[in-house]
């Protein structure tokens, strides 16, 4: 007992120093406190070890303190300090360290959760015993995420404890005006356990935790915990709370956590050790502050470090010219050998085990792979959470989804946790993950199954993107990608599956963030990707009969931008033409047309032209999408404009 209240102290003590910190304007930003609640998170983590991991919320501190990050750093990192946790670089709602199973607040509320799943998928896999705790308060029971989560842990049989922290508010609102469904109801219709205890009680939080983990070990399921407590604080620091009376705090106040252990302890004569406890934890966070307040800032020419992690040089490799092979099978195999040569590398997603994919592109490797590829239910953001919570545990997730389109369902997960991740941890973590997914319009497959989204992931920084041409590139991209330490969104377009080309070797990998010059010219530069990389070529072999000499680039990856390459080109050719299926507005198209007025204004003779999809959503019937598609004929209008054009 003389352990679980020095835990509690401490962090009642943080919280309180924080809370003080935070009104004399030391601590910045925003500031959520967890004073009330410590017995659930101290109870919850009681029987964890080095191999499992929780999943915290935007009130995580205690959750951080329990699993056992140090105060020191915890404290520099809410002042925004170069010796904090995070370096800095997370602050409060997003504190973590995943080199001790902490993988972090999370000022999204409900994104824990599938992280989580991730998380539970790695210890699963890895088959060593490990558990997750995923905390989460009754508010994120209204997110679409608990749902998926849930479902998808209890469909794989992870093991996963859902924990809820129920402390009566989700935010400025009452949890009874919430929900119309208990928790123990939810549970039910998921088939997972539930269990519910006295959060404010930490001897029976840590005893139901222990029963349930040694459970989990020993081949348990997923499990709901509910436990009942109450929140000291406002929903944030300087929060009016007008939504509560002073009677119903005061009432709870009576339940405090450490009174309800202290009490315990004191009927057993332990007087003299609370004692020594309050003494020796006064001291600790008396030493924390004042170490934190006394670190430095992080420099400013550190602001752009932990974005990404330093990915491995590769050298481009001899174009194969023998063979030929498709695109999908390019796919298909370069997935093969990762599989055959990592065991950390797992496939998941809609279809992609017992279906093979909807284009045949997955079949028969659940059979070969078992285990490691791994069919879920339609729940895109669980699907992208796992990848990232898997990254995290050190897996190298390959993750589906089914169609481009679809990115707006899921797009938390890849804008607020795998593309920040690292960020936000200081460099911590490293977020070795895929997502496949595809696109292509042209078939009259209507607005929301034809659209060509990379700028908008490529405008996230820590996301590199990538959209390949041929079948080499395809094999070669794609494992380069998978063996990449960071997430890379990885873009087919569907109308290039059946594309032939020369067969790569095996060893054949291909650089991220490196363009190719598909065909030399000396005339006019033409920039473009994908399935349009054809089409430019088509076109610049026709001019080439009027002696009209194109010169084609394959950007092949889209961020990180290789514009070296361009200007190279331009140089030469003085002019620029970029081709791409998505819509020219704010685009890649853009991008290029600013970089080359910036950085090759003194190399241009003629203005930047750019082809791209009209600005409308992609029509259904065929004559007004093949009107909308850029095609041959407009590039090669633009080719003539760019040459007619006289400084």
């Not at 020796?280 to 992080?298: F, G, H, K, N, S």
């Not at 996230?460 to 990608?481: K, Q």
Request: charged fraction near 20%; include cysteine; proline fraction near 6%.
């Amino acid at each position: 007992m003389t352990e679980m209240y020095r835990r509690m102290l401490t962090i009642r003590r943080f919280e309180e120093q924080a809370s003080r910190l935070y009104r004399e304007t030391r601590i910045p930003g925003f500031l959520h406190l967890s004073i009330g609640q410590e017995a659930t998170a101290v109870g919850a983590c009681w029987p964890l070890d080095e191999r499992d991991v929780v999943t915290s919320t935007h009130r995580g501190h205690g959750h951080c303190i329990a699993k056992g990050l140090d105060i020191d750093g915890m404290f520099a990192e809410l002042m925004g300090k170069e010796t904090g946790t995070c370096k800095g670089r997370g602050g409060s709602m997003h504190i973590a360290d995943p080199r001790k199973g902490i993988f972090g607040a999370n000022g999204i509320v409900g994104a824990g959760l599938p992280i989580a799943v991730g998380a539970g998928t790695a210890a699963q896999l890895r088959a060593s015993g490990g558990v997750v705790v995923a905390f989460f308060g009754d508010g994120a029971v209204a997110q679409g995420v608990f749902h998926e989560s849930v479902n998808l842990a209890a469909v794989w049989d992870l093991p996963v404890i859902f924990f809820c922290e129920n402390n009566g508010y989700s935010e400025f609102s009452a949890a009874a005006d919430q929900h119309r469904a208990t928790l123990r109801e939810r549970a039910a219709g998921y088939g997972v356990e539930f269990r519910e205890v006295d959060g404010n009680d930490v001897v029976q939080v840590a005893r139901l935790q222990s029963e349930l983990v040694h459970r989990i070990r020993t081949g348990g399921g997923p499990v709901i915990v509910e436990a009942t407590t109450y929140r000291w604080h406002g929903h944030y620091e300087g929060d009016p709370e007008t939504y509560r009376t002073a009677e119903e705090l005061e009432k709870w106040k009576q339940r405090d956590p450490l009174i309800v252990l202290g009490d315990t302890m004191r009927r057993t004569g332990m007087e003299r050790e609370i004692a020594a406890i309050e003494a020796e934890v006064e001291r600790a966070i008396e030493q924390a502050v004042a170490t934190a307040l006394d670190a430095p800032y992080p420099p400013v020419h550190t602001a752009a470090e932990h974005v990404s992690t330093p990915r491995a040089f590769i050298p481009e490799p001899p174009a194969p010219i023998e063979g030929a092979t498709k695109v999908m099978h390019a796919i298909t195999d370069a997935l093969t050998y990762e599989l055959e040569t990592d065991p950390t590398v797992f496939l998941a997603g809609i279809d992609v085990g017992k279906g093979g994919n909807v284009y045949g592109l997955t079949r028969g490797l659940a059979d070969r792979f078992p285990g490691r590829v791994r069919d879920t239910p339609i729940s895109e953001s669980a699907i992208m959470g796992t990848a990232v919570g898997a990254a995290m545990a050190g897996f190298k997730p390959v993750v589906e989804l089914m169609y481009f389109d679809f990115i707006g369902v899921c797009l938390d997960q890849l804008m607020n946790q795998a593309a920040k991740m690292r960020f936000m941890t200081g460099g911590a973590v490293s977020m070795p993950l895929v997502v496949r997914t595809q696109f292509g319009a042209g078939k009259s497959s209507g607005s929301q199954h034809s659209q060509s989204l990379e700028a908008l992931l490529a405008h996230i920084p820590g996301l590199t993107v990538v959209m390949p041409s041929t079948p080499a590139d395809t094999y070669g991209l794609l494992r380069a990608a998978i063996e990449d330490p960071n997430p890379v969104i990885f873009i087919e377009n569907r109308l290039l599956y059946g594309k032939k080309g020369p067969t790569p070797p095996p060893e054949h990998i291909v650089p991220l963030g490196k363009a190719v010059v598909r065909r030399p010219g000396r005339d006019v530069t033409v920039v473009s990707y994908s399935k349009m990389m054809y089409d430019c070529l088509a076109v610049a072999d026709r001019l080439a009969v009027e002696g009209i000499d194109v010169e084609v680039i394959d950007l092949r990856t889209i961020s990180p931008l290789d514009f070296d390459t361009v200007l190279d080109s331009l140089r030469k050719t003085s002019r620029l033409v970029v081709v791409h299926q998505a819509v020219g507005e704010f685009g890649v198209g853009a991008e290029l047309a600013a970089r080359a007025v910036k950085e090759g204004f003194w190399y241009l003779d003629a203005p930047v032209i750019r082809v791209t999809a009209d600005a409308t959503p992609a029509p259904y019937t065929p004559p007004l999408e093949q009107h909308w598609l850029p095609d041959e004929a407009r590039i090669e209008a633009a080719i003539r404009e760019s040459l007619d054009a006289h400084p």
